[in-house]
């Protein structure tokens, strides 16, 4: 058995009997895998005895589902109000460009998948951004290139043998 | 030893302050003097964050805000003796005037206790109201939380008491039905609105605070179940929130047999998927139920009708946390407070363009102008405050001539204003307020639930014609174009994501209609 099918059958018996199963279902896959893998689309499916197509129309009616891996890390920009009023609208176009990547991409060497968000909870000191499950404040352009410099600078693990990627 | 408290809320977390308070630690060590450090919440005044406190015999010292850089020198400076020979020195915290000047009964302890710490909270007045409650008939607990006056703070300021008292005489006798005699407690922690954080303060700075109002209402309507629906873009909340639930569980708070009286009450925390309709309470009782989060019609009311057809009180984070202090000071302590038919305090939250972003928790009828100037201190930039935004994304646009009203429901509505969650978000000068006015029909665009046509199609329309605003292709036609449309999403729109979002459209049109009349641009106009 896969990594994949054994993540999604553990999200699946930990939570089908629990009432309104499926979200949970799918932010313990996604937690794990960073996606939703289509091929748990039909098992998730049947154990909650639904159709394939109710469990697409709940993964693509809530924007934080992925249904294709994403990359190492996760930035999100915060594009709300009040971000907005704090420059977020220049760290997006700053950002976008350094990366060469729009929303919703992943940088070609698969480090960075960058998002929108509406609102961190952060708003008195923005404009904030998520990077995985941190949130970080007053993002200038410049800080923003301090942070993916860190990131860029991160040696990349080497898998022991056998090791999944 | 010397207790040094640094805040784990996520502001401070996201100025650095895990890593003051690793070099706080390890610098004290070194200097041969241990601290006991608490990871506090945050007392919610934000630009002093990461905001440091150590114990002394006359109260606790401030230090802030404090960069991880700044630690060497204030240890230097003999901060863990409370001296106050820095420039970082704020004084006693309780008498910096930001935090002297409210009055703080829902975030009472807030940032001041160790949010996980069930004996801080016992220690600071906590589980007192519960104690009460479970004294009392379901009907007296009711009848003081409609004594109190509270009303929602998700929103919409509906009677918290009229609310609980329908689910307490609702039926729940579904026959055939899996869920039949079950009445449920939501708890709707969404807080989509941006500009506001005083739910996520609260979860993470007295996390017990909420369980506690929680399983108050349970008593009180007959509801042995209850959720929280907490956003996905709170992890830090999150985190805090499952820890407390599981050592109140433990303790005997929630489960079987509330504090052994034999009544049941289960508590667990469900999180969203980052769409904001779903903060919309029945658009949350369907995302609850694991589906799409699509508005449902009222009636049924939830309160007859809710998750999984069940009788459901569905309460703000706010609203289930103002219980406990009801229950333990009485009603009238609660209704002392206010002005009008607007009882108690409201946390309102400054964010934005504010050099004193935080949270201030004030009785209803402080006006804006207090809010902007006294407390915030005017501008982050420096330069001319110039539009603020009340309510949320589908609050209004006010300029200076509406900032003197005194804030209640009722008084503030007539202005057009709202207090919605409370957010007030600050704009400077530099703001332009046709792509404002653009970003509401934008913002509708990307989250409409999409059930009605006014709405899905309305904002795209929106953000269309206000595009050839902008650009000066047939101004008037379009101008009447966007006011016909803004009518018929008033009109014909079921909840208020689109019969509100002609808010921020109207009032920007209305207040500072020279954003809309700039020369058309010579190439790539009104793109993007
Ligand atoms: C589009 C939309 C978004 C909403 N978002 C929230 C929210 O994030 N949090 C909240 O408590 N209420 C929100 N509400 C209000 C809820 O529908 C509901 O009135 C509230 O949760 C009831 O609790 P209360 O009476 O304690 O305020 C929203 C309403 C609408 C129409
Ligand atoms: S107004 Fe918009 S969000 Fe509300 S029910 Fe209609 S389509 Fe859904
Ligand atoms: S508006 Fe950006 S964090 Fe709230």
């Not at chain 1, 499926?22 to 499916?45: E, F, K, M, N, T």
């Not at chain 1, 930035?75 to 460009?97: D, V």
């Not at chain 2, 658009?283 to 449902?296: F, T």
């Not at chain 2, 999984?308 to 609660?334: D, H, K, M, W």
Request: with cysteine; proline share 6%; charged share 20%.
């Amino acid at each position: 058995m896969t990594d994949l099918e054994a993540i999604t059958r553990r999200a699946i018996d930990d939570w089908v009997d629990e009432p309104g199963a499926l979200l949970p279902i799918l932010h313990a896959i996604q937690d794990q895998l960073g996606y939703i893998p289509p091929s748990s689309v039909p098992r998730i499916a049947r154990a909650l005895n639904m159709t394939r197509a109710d469990v697409h129309g709940v993964m693509s009616f809530y924007h934080e589902f992925r249904s294709e891996p994403a990359g190492r890390h996760v930035l999100q920009i915060c594009g709300a109000e009040a971000c907005q009023a704090r420059g977020c609208r220049e760290l997006e176009a700053h950002t976008q460009q350094r990366l060469g990547v729009g929303y919703h991409q992943t940088t070609l060497d698969g480090d960075i998948t960058l998002e929108q968000v509406y609102c961190l909870g952060n708003c008195a000191t923005g404009p904030s951004v998520r990077l995985d499950d941190r949130i970080i404040g007053r993002v200038t352009p410049q800080r923003m290139d301090r942070l993916l410099d860190g990131i860029a600078t991160v040696p990349l693990t080497i898998q022991p043998a056998g090791g999944e990627g | 030893m010397t207790t040094v408290y640094v805040p784990r809320d996520t502001t401070a977390l996201a100025l650095e302050a895990d890593a003051v308070a690793e070099r706080l630690q390890t610098g004290a060590a070194h200097r041969g003097q241990p601290v006991d450090l608490v990871r506090n919440g945050s007392r919610g005044l934000f630009w002093l964050e990461p905001l440091v406190e150590v114990d002394t015999p006359d109260g606790r010292m401030a230090y802030g805000p404090v960069t991880p850089d700044d630690v060497p020198g204030l240890l230097d400076a003999g901060m863990l003796g409370g001296q106050p020979d820095h420039p970082l020195c704020q004084g006693l915290t309780e008498s910096i005037p930001y935090l002297r000047d409210q009055q703080r009964l829902t975030f009472a302890r807030t940032g001041v206790i160790d949010p996980v710490s069930l004996e801080d909270y016992r220690a600071s007045g906590g589980w007192q109201g519960l104690e009460a409650a479970l004294a009392m008939a379901p009907e007296a607990i009711v009848d003081a939380v409609t004594e109190s006056g509270l009303r929602g703070r998700g929103g919409a300021a509906f009677p918290a008491g009229t609310k609980w008292r329908t689910v307490l005489e609702a039926d729940p006798e579904r026959p055939g039905s899996h869920w039949s005699g079950q009445k449920f407690i939501a708890c709707n922690a969404d807080e989509g609105d941006a500009g506001t954080f005083a739910d996520r303060m609260l979860m993470e700075g007295d996390p017990y605070c909420l369980i506690e109002g929680m399983v108050i209402a349970g008593l009180a309507v007959g509801a042995t179940r209850g959720f929280i629906y907490l956003r996905s873009e709170y992890p830090n909340a999150a985190g805090i929130l499952n820890e407390a639930l599981q050592r109140a569980e433990s303790a005997g708070y929630l489960g079987e047999s509330v504090c052994g009286s034999g009544r049941a009450f289960h508590l667990s925390v469900r999180l969203g998927a980052g769409a904001y309709i779903c903060g919309e309470e029945t658009s949350m009782l369907d995302s609850l139920e694991g589906k799409r989060g699509m508005v449902r019609v009222k009636p049924p009311l939830p309160a007859h009708r809710g998750l999984f057809g069940q009788p459901t009180v569905i309460n703000n984070v706010l609203t289930l946390a103002s219980v406990p202090f009801i229950l333990r000071e009485g009603a009238r302590s609660y209704a002392d407070y206010g002005m009008g038919r607007s009882r108690g305090t409201q946390p309102f939250q400054l964010a934005g363009n504010i050099a004193r972003g935080g949270l201030v928790e004030l009785a209803f009828g402080v006006t804006l102008r207090t809010l902007l100037e006294d407390f915030g201190g005017g501008t982050a930039s420096g330069a001319r405050m110039r539009a603020v935004q009340v309510g949320g994304p589908l609050g209004s646009y006010l300029p200076e001539s509406h900032w003197d009203e005194p804030m209640d429901y009722e008084g503030f509505s007539e202005v057009g204003g709202m207090i919605g969650h409370g957010g007030i978000v600050v704009f400077d000068e530099s703001v332009d307020m046709a792509a404002q006015a653009r970003f509401a029909m934008h913002f509708c665009e990307d989250e409409s639930c999409g059930k009605c046509t006014p709405c899905r199609i309305g904002a795209v329309r929106g953000v269309e014609v206000i595009d050839r605003i902008i650009a000066n292709q047939e101004r008037d036609t379009n101008l009447t174009l966007l006011d016909d449309l803004c009518e018929t999403m008033e009109q014909g729109s079921l909840c208020a994501m689109g019969g509100m979002t002609p808010n921020p459209v109207r009032s920007a049109l209305q207040h500072f209609p020279e954003d809309f009349q700039r020369p058309a641009p010579t190439a790539h106009a009104g793109g993007g």
